[in-house]
């Protein structure tokens, strides 16, 4: 398949490195646009505060790519932290496809748990690696978060993966268990899932990894 991806920019975290918090869209010519992670959103005043967050609406940066909410039909979260499910209420249409692990873990922890879990949400677990749509699948990537899953598409080029919070940077990426995570608080919950997560990753030899929080594309 020749799918193309492309990035929206939908946040950014003043107080956390000043990071960047991207969102993906598959264009897919049966399955319909398909948005990995929807950012920030405005759910929640005093963590944005707290966050320093400056945040973008999910429709205008669709928008810049001539695309509308209506036109995403399935939504991937890579992970239910804030900012990468902050405006799937803005899909309430689409089915959310997360990691049945990563459901329960976000609904224990209570964290921001109105921003995914709202009356409504159609939720397609998954159990492990899937196929989402013909040359979209996702892997599971658990570490950052115990029900962590990144997304791996083919493009022209060859696959694409999109990383999603299993590495913040293009240099963490790299550098994996050797990585400086001195200024990166949060990058794994569970260490030794985590590497082997990294690792998992660099075996299937990707042509392009995108982030959530680093413009690199490596
Ligand atoms: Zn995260």
Redesign the pocket.
């Known amino acids: 398949m020749n799918l193309e991806i492309v990035r929206l920019h939908l946040a950014h975290i003043k107080s956390f490195n000043d990071i960047p918090v991207h969102g993906f869209v598959i264009k897919h010519p049966r399955a319909g646009a398909i948005l990995v992670d929807s950012g920030v959103g405005w759910g929640d005043e005093d963590l944005i505060r707290e966050w320093k967050v400056v945040n973008r609406h999910a429709a205008d940066a669709l928008a810049e790519h001539d695309l509308s909410p209506a036109d995403v039909k399935i939504v991937i979260n890579s992970?239910l932290?804030f900012?990468?499910c902050g405006q799937n209420a803005v899909f309430k249409h689409a089915p959310f496809y997360v990691q049945r692990g990563e459901l329960d873990r976000a609904r224990k922890s209570g964290d921001t748990i109105q921003w995914f879990d709202f009356a409504g949400a159609r939720f397609e677990l998954l159990d492990g690696d899937a196929e989402i749509a013909d040359g979209v699948r996702v892997v599971a990537t658990p570490g950052?978060?115990s029900g962590h899953q990144s997304v791996l598409v083919d493009t022209a080029d060859g696959s694409a993966v999109m990383i999603g919070?299993a590495a913040y940077t293009a240099d963490i990426y790299a550098q994996a268990g050797d990585a400086d995570l001195s200024k990166w608080p949060g990058q794994h919950e569970n260490r030794e899932q985590w590497t082997h997560s990294i690792e998992r990753l660099h075996g299937l030899h990707p042509h392009a990894v995108h982030f959530c929080h680093d413009a690199r594309v490596v």
Do not use: A, Q
């Open positions: 992970h932290h900012d990468h950052h978060t919070d």
